[in-house]
């Protein structure tokens, strides 16, 4: 199946953009990419997905290499409430798994 | 309107007691997914249900753990006998589709965070 390879940990100031990257050598064709993100104590919630043309939503943008070997995540202007655990999801073959990985810590710094 | 809910939010038990956690997925939601999430790891797959049948269970990690969602929307993870390795928090997510497609929107509850002593 395949997996995914994110930073343990990024820092952004407050109202900076931020570029979350994640590696994804092993995808398939009909794999779509996923972004969650996990305040504390909190589940999951989700961000954007794609599968091969970039995404862009109210929250983030998700931008998608032409090989699609990786993916970045875009917040625009990070906030404090922005401060979270982002993962990088692919969905497995039959779809019904998410293989979470550990995600980046995003630290956002006012 | 509501979004998944679960119940206890937290749970501390002896280790060999049962515990039965609940989830109350978004109603109309055909699937259903259980996650374990251990400290400062990211959620692991329990297990999957397409209304009442449960189509995947591959990620239970033991004949200790259990799931039932008999009438397509309430389900139970019922952990017996437990151990000390099983305190995490457990998930609970919905969509709104069946079949598990890759490009569905998961929406996961607040999570049980189980202690076990």
């Known amino acids: 199946d395949a997996k995914t390879t994110q930073p343990n940990s990024m820092e952004s100031n407050e109202e900076e953009p931020v570029h979350l990257p994640c590696n994804h050598s092993?995808?398939?064709?009909?794999?779509?990419i996923h972004w969650y993100r996990q305040l504390p104590s909190q589940g999951p919630e989700y961000v954007i997905h794609?599968?091969?043309s970039n995404v862009n939503n109210r929250m983030a943008s998700l931008a998608i290499a032409e090989d699609r070997k990786s993916s970045t995540l875009i917040l625009h202007r990070a906030t404090l409430r922005d401060a979270a655990v982002y993962y990088c999801?692919?969905?497995?073959?039959?779809?019904?798994?998410?293989?979470f990985g550990t995600g980046t810590s995003l630290t956002v710094i006012p | 309107g509501a979004g998944v809910s679960q119940s206890p939010r937290y749970k501390v038990a002896k280790r060999g007691q049962d515990v039965a956690l609940r989830c109350d997925p978004i109603?109309?939601?055909?699937?259903l997914f259980w996650y374990q999430q251990a400290l400062g790891q990211g959620p692991e797959f329990l297990t999957y249900?397409?209304?009442?049948?449960?189509?995947?269970k591959s990620g239970l990690p033991s004949d200790r753990f259990f799931a039932e969602r008999p009438e397509g929307s309430v389900s139970t993870l019922k952990i017996q006998r437990t151990q000390q390795e099983d305190s995490a928090v457990y998930l609970c997510?919905?969509?709104?589709?069946?079949?598990?497609?890759?490009?569905?929107?998961?929406?996961f509850g607040p999570g049980t965070r189980l202690t076990v002593l």
């Open positions: 997510a919905s969509s709104l589709v069946a079949g598990g497609r890759r490009s569905d929107t998961q929406y």
């Open positions: 092993t995808i398939s064709g009909t794999d779509y």
């Open positions: 249900f397409q209304n009442e049948a449960q189509l995947d």
């Open positions: 794609g599968l091969t």
């Open positions: 999801i692919l969905r497995d073959t039959t779809g019904n798994q998410f293989y």
């Open positions: 109603s109309g939601h055909v699937s």
